[in-house]
């Protein structure tokens, strides 16, 4: 019933597919109303109130630029290690319609990390994916590869570079692995900074999404 009122029935015009067609002599017109909605959505989203500034667990420091690009946040080192972190929510890599089994906004208390432990003179790094939540860290596999850069690349090297499934281990083993990361950091202390640092990177890339889709739009070819 409510298909047929906006369709109009049998073959009707959509009421979208009538304003295209009114505005459609006029593309500065279709232009001006898109322009209006992302201002205003922009000016919404620019009065959004930022979390308190929360600094990272000492010693790790922030790398310079990570809020405008993606790859690592944090590093470190110890000992000889150089251990470097990147984190995203875990809403941005299950499958569809996954976290709606997840009650309220659980997802947001959710976030992966790509830890990766590096030493000198290495050409592979230990790497580590663990899930992070406010009072836990949860690995979820563990493998060597290639640094990034490095050029061994081979099928032969991937192969060899396969990481093990975590819960497949023995239990002593991955107590051990738990035990090592936590000597080098990797905690539930890392949470509220980077639960932070996600909100403005999140806020930030959605800030410049309207922008530059903004100026895509509002852009004249030079005659």
Not at 1 to 9: E, I, P, V
Not at 126 to 146: A, E, K, M, W
Request: aromatic share 8%; glycine share 8%.
């Amino acid at each position: 019933m409510w298909a047929r009122s906006f369709y109009g029935g049998g073959g009707g015009i959509p009421w979208r597919r009538l304003l295209i067609r009114r505005l459609s002599s006029s593309a500065s017109a279709v232009d001006s109303i898109l322009l209006r909605s992302l201002k205003d959505h922009y000016l919404e989203v620019s009065k959004m109130t930022p979390p308190p500034k929360v600094n990272p667990p000492s010693p790790f420091t922030i790398l310079k630029g990570a809020l405008d690009k993606d790859g690592p946040v944090l590093r470190r080192s110890y000992k000889d290690d150089e251990i470097s972190i990147s984190v995203m929510r875990l809403a941005n890599i299950m499958p569809a319609g996954a976290e709606d089994e997840d009650d309220g906004d659980e997802s947001i208390n959710q976030m992966f990390l790509h830890v990766d432990v590096a030493k000198p003179g290495r050409e592979e790094s230990l790497q580590f994916l663990c899930g992070l939540y406010p009072d836990t860290v949860g690995i979820h596999s563990v493998c060597l590869r290639p640094k990034v850069g490095t050029g061994t690349g081979s099928a032969a090297a991937a192969a060899n570079h396969q990481g093990r499934v975590f819960q497949e281990l023995d239990q002593k083993v991955r107590d051990a692995f738990h035990i090592y990361i936590e000597a080098r950091g990797i905690n539930e202390n890392l949470f509220p900074f980077l639960q932070a640092w996600l909100y403005v990177k999140d806020h930030r890339n959605l800030m410049r999404w309207f922008k530059s889709v903004g100026a895509f739009i509002s852009e004249r070819k030079a005659v």
